[in-house]
């Protein structure tokens, strides 16, 4: 006995039972993943030993947080560089959403839209 496969719209949508169902990858997707947004992670030149010399990583996160969690996911080594052992950013990097520093947003919960461009910067100081 052939099975027949379900035939769903570009919303998911199966086309005589409207919302009923839902396409069966979305189903398997989490909450949180649902609303991540394809945003560039730009990384300093002293850290890109840490991701095999990449300058940009792409990720799909929603906020800044998620997009730190996946690089702690994918490139472990960055990470520990990134942010010390209770998830905070160190104290000698900053990070810019777009031109926007964090601190002057919703800090690591601050939003990401598709396109943003989070970026890594060593402090700098002195006179």
Do not use: W
Request: with cysteine; glycine share 6%; hydrophobic share 45%.
């Amino acid at each position: 006995m052939r099975r027949r496969a379900i035939v769903h719209d570009e919303n998911g949508m199966h086309p005589a039972l409207g919302a009923l169902t839902s396409h069966p990858r979305q189903r398997d997707l989490p909450a949180r993943m649902a609303s991540a947004a394809a945003v560039t992670v730009h990384v300093p030149s002293v850290l890109r030993k840490y991701c095999a010399g990449a300058a940009d990583l792409p990720v799909s996160a929603a906020t800044v947080r998620a997009a730190l969690d996946e690089l702690e996911r994918n490139h472990p080594s960055l990470y520990v560089n990134i942010c010390d052992e209770t998830g905070s950013v160190r104290r000698h990097l900053n990070v810019f959403v777009n031109s926007s520093h964090v601190r002057d947003l919703a800090s690591l919960d601050t939003a990401l839209a598709p396109g943003d461009v989070v970026t890594i910067l060593a402090a700098v100081s002195g006179g």
